[in-house]
């Protein structure tokens, strides 16, 4: 996994380049800590990310739950749309899930 990132005025833009995998699992819940508190507001780009494995996709999904539930969602662009509906999932009955059950995300 390589990233870029750029920011514009109070926008933090995140490119992703690459696989995400459990090998890089704490650079990229740092890098997620990082863009929903420490940016006003954060773009994802997965335009160059060729695969997302199991691990990472939880990571995106609790991330983006939670920015729902801090009411600053996180925008991701160009993922995949086979990892759409695990990664937007916020009605998930998994363990750890940010949002309420029944909160529509």
């Known amino acids: 996994m390589n990233v870029s990132f750029e920011e514009l005025e109070n926008i933090g833009i995140f490119t992703f380049m690459g ?18 508190h420490g940016i006003d507001r954060s773009v994802l780009n997965f335009r160059k990310v060729t695969k997302i494995d199991i691990t990472c996709r ?4 609790k991330a983006y739950c939670t920015s729902v539930r801090l009411k600053n969602p996180i925008i991701m662009t160009e993922v995949p749309k ?22 529509t995300c």
Do not use: F, H, V, W
């Open 58 to 61: 939880e990571l995106l999904r």
């Open 19 to 36: 696989e995400l995998t459990t090998r890089q699992e704490d650079d990229l819940k740092m890098l997620l800590m990082k863009a929903i």
């Open 82 to 103: 086979s990892y759409l509906p695990e990664i937007l999932n916020c009605r998930s009955n998994i363990t750890g899930c940010s949002c309420e059950e029944n909160e």
